[in-house]
């Protein structure tokens, strides 16, 4: 199988993963799409650094041919079944109650002072009081 | 240095997110078992792909530009990392989009629907 295919193939995984089995339908949601534009930006530049410096060389028979810079475009993919999958399975996870709301966490005293540095930057607590 | 290149890119993205994480209290460090069960669950699989694609000679990496530790599945340590360390920058970006926008991300306990937000 060559890299286009089983690119196409993460994408149609990552898809039926998101809407069907785990239904987090992240690909239905604000929040994701905003999330991924920033992370493909970054992509972009990282996998540029990666490939114009030949860190990772690819085989011209197992790719399409189309690149993104340096990068061929199945990269692109790759990218994006990984990022929504890491998303859709934190918030499946989420959903079943490991670690679902931020709690009393290990590290009160950076975000006291972070909550000092940054005022009211810093989000208020979820927790509401019982 | 050479053998930096891709270790240094790794390290530019933790850098870069780790703001997230101290400024926006965002807590994905913090939430270390749900995190590791995302590595787990998705960069798992996406890191056997990358085994089986090498195997198959669909991409080869450059060991003179990797620090030269070669890990089960003839991958460069590196590239095992990546599949740590882009995960944890999806996951933060989520987290920090939420904790700026407000917009629902799927986890949120059942309440009544804010004003803004669409449904689930």
Known sequence: MRYTTAALLGVAVTVVLDLVVLRTRLLTRKAFWASYAIVVFFQLLTNEWLTSRGVVLYDEAAIWGPRIGHAPVEDLLFGFGLVVQSMAWWVWWGRRGVQPTPGPGPSPALRRLAGRASGRLTRPARRTPS | ?120
């Open chain 2, 1 to 120: 240095m050479r053998e930096l290149t891709y270790v240094a890119m790794l390290v530019f993205v933790l850098v870069a997110t780790l703001p997230l994480e101290v400024l926006l209290g965002i807590r994905v460090y913090a939430r270390a078992r749900r995190f590791a069960l995302v590595v787990l669950c998705a960069g798992l699989p996406f890191a056997l792909w990358d085994v089986a694609a090498t195997h198959a000679g669909h991409w080869r990496f450059d060991s003179t530009q990797t620090l030269g530790v070669v890990l089960p599945g003839g991958l460069p340590l590196e590239e095992w990392m990546f599949f740590v360390v882009v995960p944890l920058a999806s996951v933060m970006t989520l987290e920090a989009v939420r904790a700026v926008s407000g917009w629902t991300v799927g986890d949120e306990p059942d309440r009544p629907a804010a004003a803004g937000e669409e449904g689930r």
